[in-house]
DNA sequence: GGTTGACCCTGACCCTGCGTCAGGGTTGGA
DNA sequence: TCCAACCCTGACGCAGGGTCAGGGTCAACC
């Protein structure tokens, strides 16, 4: 017969395992001796030891007293689906691998590999990390917020990064965010980018694109905030223009 | 912005999950809007995901903190020892799959393979079930009381196995198990038994082999009840003749 | 402007599967 | 006789959340 520390010995658990299984009566109490020690048959380490190998595998305390005491049938499936089970865990942390090894770099784990590979483009265009953490944040909102645009964003990010011209003025917003507002390449930049305006109106569906581009931090950037300003300035204008001589409706003007 | 259901299911965890760890100071607690609810920035999410893919890789959530702040060097080496565990795990489940498989039949979780191999060679003998199991558990107290004897009695039991003579005596005593106690074929076993046990007295260590074979639980069993005490008597009757011709020492007598 | 349903807030208790501590009694070998 | 190594019960603690109670908000529709 077998003390407590020598049945919880034989198979591989702690005393405290073993008195909490009587707890929850999971391995019935076994007779005590004189001194009120419990003493314990081979069969229990038998028990025992079939006990742990279910929940081993995951199956909780409170299911494995029915399981053992189950028909052949029911415990044969019962097994089986233990067995996907297991299989399912092994396949996730396989993947929790993965994951673990990417975690270096920040955004690889929050967005889908076409974005990822667009702020990869990013970087190796020159794009300052600002503009790209910027960029990064705006794609994780439209994440949340509306993901199925984002198959047609990806379309038209790649579009014009593929169009020199488009390309030649994002990259001088990008360094232009901390010039002067007074800065004279700022004054060639608003016009090359009016021309830019002008020349996509047509295929463009909203206007005021390249606007749109530096628009989200342009308030802590006051060179931005002025080509903005120059640049509703001037749609305006030329909006005004074309009323004037189809229909007539005044504008608002802002300065 | 985000509120905490957008933020959550974009790191694919529950609203409960995000305040836990705010609670525990894992995200620090964003700004409130004027209705006093949490308003996430992208950054947030970022976060999240990375915190998220710690903890499901099996970091406490206590030590994640300190990780995401940690020196480059420090932070690969830590992501090294998180791989090399998740493997250990991988490798543990995957022996848990082979574990639950062998789970229908009893003793193979609990003793090793060549004791295994002994009670399936009784079971092609026909030996009972009922031995087997008695045999099965007499193995188990063995293990956890001094396994350091076991090998030497696994070649013992293979040896005893190989002889014919041995081998008849042992299952006749088997099916003995229910007989009367007056049972004609029991005297003829028990002449058997003797004629083993002389033959048997030189080369085995401790006389009584067979005896002990059966001792186990005689006590359930009139007609093995019979066989032992037959085999007492006469070997003590042997022992005394033996005695008074060589140093005259008297034996005990037990009828 | 009223209702409805989906969200949001805090605070509290509940769960599993043991670990660990307290405060004692027993056993077995030197 | 003493000591270490066991054994006993009972109780609280822990991670990582789930769930419920009891309330306030928001947005859309009627």
Redesign the pocket.
């Known amino acids: 017969m077998?003390?407590?520390?020598?049945?919880?010995a034989t198979a591989g658990?702690?005393?405290?395992?073993?008195?909490?299984?009587?707890?929850?009566g999971l391995l019935p109490?076994p007779a005590?001796?004189?001194?009120?020690?419990?003493r314990y048959s081979a069969q229990a380490a038998v028990d025992l030891i079939r006990i742990?190998t279910l929940?081993d595998a995951?199956?909780?305390?409170?299911h494995?007293d029915a399981l053992l005491h189950a028909q052949p049938t029911e415990f044969a499936s019962a097994i089986t689906y233990i067995d996907v089970e297991l299989q399912r865990k092994i396949d996730q942390l396989t993947d929790y691998r993965r994951r673990i090894a990417e975690l270096a770099s920040g955004e690889r784990l929050v967005l889908p590999p076409e974005v990822v590979a667009i702020l990869d483009r990013m970087r190796s265009l020159g794009v300052s990390e600002r503009r790209i953490r910027a960029e990064r944040d705006s794609w994780i909102l439209m994440q949340a917020l509306d993901s199925h645009v984002m198959p047609q964003r990806i379309r038209d990010k790649n579009a014009s990064f593929d169009d020199p011209e488009t390309m030649r003025l994002y990259l001088a917003c990008d360094q232009s965010v901390d010039w002067d507002p007074h800065d004279p390449r700022l004054d060639r930049l608003i016009d090359d980018m009016d021309a830019w305006e002008i020349k996509h109106e047509r295929d463009n569906s909203q206007p005021g694109y390249l606007k749109l581009v530096v628009s989200r931090i342009s308030e802590a950037s006051p060179a931005w905030q002025r080509i903005i300003d120059a640049l509703t300035y001037r749609a305006e204008r030329r909006r005004t223009a074309v009323s004037d001589t189809e229909v007539s409706t005044p504008a608002t003007s802002d300065s």
């Open positions: 077998l003390t407590i520390s020598q049945l919880a658990v702690t005393v405290r395992t073993v008195r909490h299984y009587h707890h929850v109490e005590r001796d004189a001194s009120g020690y419990r742990r929940a995951g199956v909780p305390l409170a494995i």
